[in-house]
């Protein structure tokens, strides 16, 4: 299991990537967990919900 946590900038420069995904509903966002490769602190933006959800370390998209 990865750890809870995650370095996401030190000076000034990105550690990893900065994925932002777009969905219509929060059903397309579960299908993208489980049908791409989505990783710790990738972004999904619901657009029928209108709300921005990131994903942890436990692949589940929780609210930002």
């Given at each position: 299991?990865s750890?809870?946590?995650i370095?996401?900038?030190?000076?000034?420069?990105a550690?990893?990537q900065?994925?932002?995904?777009y969905a219509?509903?929060?059903?397309?966002a579960?299908?993208?967990?489980?049908?791409?490769?989505?990783l710790?602190?990738?972004?999904?933006?619901?657009?029928?919900?209108?709300?921005?959800?990131?994903?942890?370390n436990?692949?589940?998209?929780?609210?930002?």
């Amino acid at each position: 299991m990865s750890k809870p946590y995650i370095l996401a900038q030190s000076f000034n420069r990105a550690n990893v990537q900065d994925r932002l995904w777009y969905a219509m509903t929060s059903s397309d966002a579960n299908d993208i967990l489980a049908n791409e490769n989505v990783l710790f602190g990738d972004k999904v933006y619901i657009i029928e919900d209108k709300a921005f959800k990131i994903c942890g370390n436990d692949n589940q998209w929780y609210e930002m």
